[in-house]
Structures are given as C-alpha cells and as structure tokens.
C-alpha cells in the first residue's frame, strides 16, 4: 500500500523542499527498483505556501506543469486538446518575482510588446501574438476585461495563453487568440500566505491570499496587494498601486455551487514618454527643408542620451480605478450535465497626462549641448464599462455509440467606452527639452476640457455556441465548434457624427486528433476569427470603418502538431506547425478618403514548448517559435502624389523567439534561471522605402535572469532575484515613428521574504 505525505507546499520552490529533504533517501530508492506512479495525487490548489501530497515512491505533481484548462469550453485534457496552449501558473510567477501582465507573458514565445503613439504612450497591456494584435483579447474567467490598463497578478491562480484565430471560443476580434486570466476563489482548505518584497528603484511589495473555512462546504478569502516603486534605470518614473479581491464560496465539494467575488485596484503612476532614439545602432538623420546635411550627419554622429532622462514633467500622472464584481452559479444535474451562469459587471476608468517626445528642434553642430528636442503634452481621460451574463452547458453522452463531450451556451454582453476631450495647455518655451539635459521640474501646464473631442462608442453582443468533441474510437477524437452572434455597435464623434453598424458574423473551429498512445497524440485543425468594424475597441470612422464600406476582417489559422507527456506524465512536450492569414484589412486614400478593402497578411511558422519535471528536484518551462510573416497584399495608393505604396512585411513579428526558465531543489536550497530571446522586429516593412528618420527596427536582444530562495523554516522562506544578470542595455519597444523608445529595464535585484500557516 502507497503511504503518502500532506504538508505545506514551499512558498517559492517548485517541489516541496521540505518533503524532498524527508524522502530523497526513499525516492532514490523507489526510482532504483520501481517507476514513480503516474497517478500520484495532485497538488492542491490552494495558496502557495502548501506542499503538494508526495507519495513516498518520489513522484510529485510538477508545480509548472497543468493537465487541464479552467476554462469549461474546453473540455478535453491539454494533452487531447488540439490547440496551441501555454499555462502560466502562479508558482512560476512567483520563482521569477512577476508581479504584472506582461511580465507573466515573456514565459511565452511569439507575443511582443508595443510603445503607443503620443496620448497612448503607455497604453498599458498592449502587445502582439504571433503577428497579430491581442490587445482586446484578455480575458478574466471567459469574459472580456476592457481598459488599457497595466494588470497585475496578486489574484490570478494561472494564465492561460491560447494561439491562433479563436472566435468559436471567444467571439469577435480574435485574430491573434486570447489571453484568459483564472482568478484565485475560495478553497475548502484555511491558509494564509503572504509575502514582502523590497528592491532597487525604491521597489516595496507586499502581498497577502487568506483562505478560512466557514462552514461545512462554504469558504471565504481574501487577496490584497499594495506595492510603491520606481522602474530601474529611469529618473521619475513612478508605479504605485493598491488593490483587494474578496470573495466567498457555498457549496464546495457539492453538487450546487455558488461564488460571489469581485477586485478593486487603484493605480497612481508618472508614466514614461521613452526617449530618444539618437545615438542607436540604425539610427537615420534624413536631411530635408528644416535640417541641413551637416545637422544630418551631427545627428547621425552624435551619442546616445543618458537612459535616466526624463522628458516629461514631474506633474504627468496616470490613475486608473479598476472595478469589477463577478457571480458565478454551477450546478452538477446528474448524468454527466453541469449548469453555469455567470454575471459580471466591470468598469475601468483612467485618467492620463503625459508628455511624449518628438522631432528634433535646434541642432547647432558645434555645440550638442544646445540640442532640443519637441515635445507635446496629451490626456486621455476614459472609461470602459461591461456587463456580461453567460449561461452554458457540459454534458457527456452517446449517440450513434459515439461518445460526445459537448459544451454550449448563450452570451449576452454590452461593452462600452467613452472617452472625454481635453487639450493640453503648454506654456511658452516650454514645448521644447534639452536633448542631453531635459529638466522634469519644468511646469508644463494643464489641460481644457473640450467637449469637442469627446466620443463615446458601445458594442452590444447576443452569442449562441456549441462545441464538441467526439470520440469516435478511443484513440481518435473530432472536435467541431460553431459560434454566431449578432454584435450592434453604436459609435459618436465631432468628426463623424453618429454611426452604427450591426450584423450576424459566424466563427468556426475544426479539428481532428489521434492517440499514437496513453501519453502522446497528434492532431490537425482550422479555425476563423472575425474583426468586424468597431469589433476590437467599439469604434466606428467616417470612411472605411462603417457598415456601408467594410466587410468584417477574417483570419483563418490552420495548425498541425504532436502533444507528448513524458517521464510519467510529469515533463510535457509540444510541437505544432501553424499558419494564419489575415483577409480584409482597410487602406483610406490619404486625399479622397475612398476606402479600399483588400489587404492580406499572412503568418506561419513553428512552435515548441516544453514544461513540467525533467527530474524530482528539476523543473522546467521552455518555448521556442518562428514566424514568417509577409504583407501578401497590402497596397495604399494617394491620389494627389500617384505613388503607391506596398508593403511585404508586417511590423513588430521577430522571425524567431524563445524563453526558457527552470529550478532546482535540494533540501532547504532552491536555485533558478532563465533567458529570454527576441529577435529584430521590423518598423518599416514596405518596399523600396525611402531611408526614414529614427529606427527602421528594434534591435534582437538576450536577457538573463537569475533566482535563489532559502527555506528558513516550515513557515518562511527567503528568495533573491536578479533579473538582466549582465546588465544588457537593449531597448523593449519601440514607437511607429522610430523617434523614441522604451528601454528595458538594467540589472536589478529584489528581496522577498514569503511567510505560510
């Protein structure tokens, strides 16, 4: 008979560190005369300081590794499902010290992070995915989270990342695939974790997860984060934020559950403008009506600024109140058949003023110390709001004597933004900055509301969507989604007026898969996603954007690949070939204002993945991806000049990507590393294009970063992180005009002592 071992799980170490001090006599042992039990029991999903149950044998469920989705459209294990899916789970944040978004997603190839333009400089969580744009498609427990916000992750359980084109599972705008956050909800264990950090930059964080049984089957718990800090290697920049998720659970471990939860989060940040591009490898100074061939090769010649400068004022700021409040019904109604509802009602406000840098202004060639450089002022002041019910079916039964796993289900969503206009007021002399030694005390004035400016847009949706899986022998499975859905959008503007648009749109997902054994299987699929006008961000434009005058973008992926489970079902290996194609993409002609509709892109390549134990005390999570992106047919033509313009590529997509992050344990001592590699991403993409000012690319670049952690006892343990090891200069995005960057951030360390009962 197996004995087995429950305690609490390390704070920070991917296997249990105390049981694996206990039982490595025994586990070297077990793995001399017999093979570790694949059916091990799983770690409890409760808070990070638990361990696992360890059987004796030496088997422990990977803390990295996850057999299955949260999300209940898909139904089938991850081994079985034929898609492209990376888990990113909370242990994994925590060894690295990730405490936002797009820190979690760089445990993932083939996403790459974008600067915005002016008033949306720092737009928040605004990224690609295999090419195309997947700013709209987060999501929270299935439904849309809106707002360009940066998110944090104090009360996110896992990250699911699917790719590909994905409107069967998802509805509207899903190009790219989506981002699907699991949130943390009450267990029927009682723990408390918590954990404080201190860092370079002025970095204090502090954490909390408690989790208290109530009654019988009912549980309540609480996570709460607060967090004060600079960014490395930048003067003035500032992020500070509190927030508190309380929820409470009836019914656990019973047929009729009931969950009621919600999470507040407040932010007050100095957002960073960038700097500028001068100096860079690739940096062009084209000398045109306003700068001479000498001030062009001045430029071209001169250094790079210094990384700390600040460009802006240190009166710019960025608030953002993020609300939401979720109730979610499940119930299990005999023969396989469970019921949900679930309803939320959201709302995200932010309020921005920063100062964004421009073109150069004064360049005397003899004296850089006089250089200038422009710069403007932009506040964006708006609001997101949703409401979103959500009412679906699992069921497993047999017709025909085959085997059916079937999801479906009824949306109904109302989804808006409005955005109030105000103008910046820039006093005299001060919309320009010294290029070497820009001063942040400057006052640079306010901002007027102009109603003008105002717009406001909102999205009304009514979905209907049946996925199944069908088990037509035990080793083959087709899998069939259809989702169609009528979407109203309302949009208004000083400019355009009030336009609306509303249609029917259908999205597919086809696929089938084959068992090669128990633990490996192989797999071929297609799916579409549509865009339709004002589908991605509720907002409509006069010309090419409107019912009358664009059809609704359509991406198609087609996938093939093999999923493997390997070392008894604790290390799994992915491989898959894909390729998308985007069709509809709009081209306004700059001076009659005809819209054409017919651009093309085209995506493919390969993607690997590896994740889970490789031994008892080694973990890992790796992944690699190519991508071959082509413009197949993307034209604009300008009426006035006669010159067309045809592009070949598609901007920000690096032909390749990798990451990779793994720990090891012994005893009390856990040590952990990583690297991240993106290669060049292209600016301008178009053909025979004249030499431009500022970047045509954003460099290739290689970071490393480290981690150790120290149990002190069964109830603190200590972890140091290093993240760029070597201090890598390299810059993380790069604005659509190639005149300024962000940089990524230089050596830093942080301390966190993490504390479990």
Known sequence: MSRYIKSRKHAVAPLAALAASLTLPLAHAAEATAPADAGSTAASSSAAPYLPQVKIEGTAQSAYKADKSASSKLTQPLLETPKTISVIKKEVLREQGAVSLIEALQNTPGITMQLGENGNTSAGDTFQMRGFSASTSTFVDGIRDLGAVTRDVFNVEQIEVVKGPAGADTGRAASAGYINLITKLPQIDDFIDGSVTIGDASRKRASVDVNQKIFDNSAVRLNAVWQDYGVPGRDEVKRKNYGIAPSIAFGLNTPTRFFLYSQHLRQNNRPDGGVPTIGWPGYTAVSSATVTPAQAAALMAAPKVDRKNFYGSVHDYEDVKADMVTAKLEMDIGNQ?????????????????????????????????????????????????????????????????????????????????????????????????????????????????????????????????????????????????????????????????????????????????????????????????????????????????????????????????????????????????????????????????????????????????????????????????????????????????????????????????????????????????????????????????????????????????????????????????????????????????????????????????????
Do not use: C
């Not at 090891?664 to 431009?692: C, L, M, S």
């Not at 002190?712 to 190639?738: A, I, R």
């Open 337 to 757: 058949m469970t019921v949900r509802n679930v309803s939320r009602y959201g709302r995200t406000y932010m309020d921005r003023l920063v100062t964004g840098i421009n073109s150069i202004v004064a360049v005397d060639p003899a004296d850089r110390s006089t250089w200038t450089i422009s710069r403007s002022r932009q506040r964006v002041n708006q609001t997101n709001e949703i409401l979103a019910n959500q009412t679906s079916l699992n069921t497993t039964l047999a017709t025909g004597g085959l085997k059916h796993d079937l999801s479906t289900g009824i949306e109904l969503m109302y989804e808006s933004q409005d955005n109030r206009g105000y103008t910046a007021v820039v006093p005299a002399g001060t919309n320009v900055a010294n290029l070497y030694n820009p001063n942040p005390n400057v006052d640079l004035g306010g901002s007027v509301r102009n109603a003008a400016a105002d717009t406001s847009g909102s999205t009304t949706t009514t979905a209907i969507y049946a996925l199944d899986t069908i088990s037509v022998t035990d080793a083959l499975k087709l899998t069939a989604g259809l989702r169609t859905e009528h979407y109203k959008v309302k949009y208004s503007s000083a400019a355009t007026g009030a336009l609306d648009t509303g249609k029917w749109v259908t999205s597919w997902n086809v696929a089938a898969l084959y068992k090669l054994s128990e633990n490996g299987t192989v797999y071929a699929a297609a799916a579409n996603s549509l865009t339709p006008p004002g589908g991605a961000n509720s907002t409509l434009a006069a010309s090419g954007q409107n019912a009358t005058a664009a059809d609704a973008q359509e991406t198609k992926n087609y996938e093939v690949g093999t999923k493997w489970d390997l070392l008894h079902k604790r290390l799994n290996l992915t491989a898959a070939l894909y390729r998308s194609e985007n069709d509809g993409q709009v081209s306004v002609d700059a001076v009659t204002n005809v819209a054409t509709q017919s651009g093309k892109t085209r995506v493919q390549g390969i993607e690997l993945a590896a994740v889970g134990q490789i031994t008892n005390f080694w973990q890992i999570t790796a992944g690699f991806q190519t991508m071959d992106a082509k413009a197949l047919s993307q034209r604009s033509f300008n009426s006035t000049t006669g010159v067309q313009t045809t592009t070949d590529g598609v901007r920000w997509t690096p032909k390749w990507s990798a990451t990779l992050w793994n720990s090891y344990q012994w005893n009390d001592f856990t040590i952990g590393g990583g690297v991240r590699h993106t290669a060049e991403q292209k600016r301008i993409v178009t053909v025979n294009a004249a030499p431009a000012n500022g970047l045509a690319a954003l460099p290739a670049f290689t970071v490393v970063d480290v981690m150790g952690a120290y149990r002190v006892n069964k109830n603190l343990s200590l972890q140091l992180n290093v993240t760029n090891l070597f201090d890598k200069e390299y810059m993380s995005s790069l604005n659509n005009g190639g005149s300024r960057l962000v940089l990524g951030a230089p050596r830093a360390v942080t301390l966190m002592a993490n504390i479990g009962f």
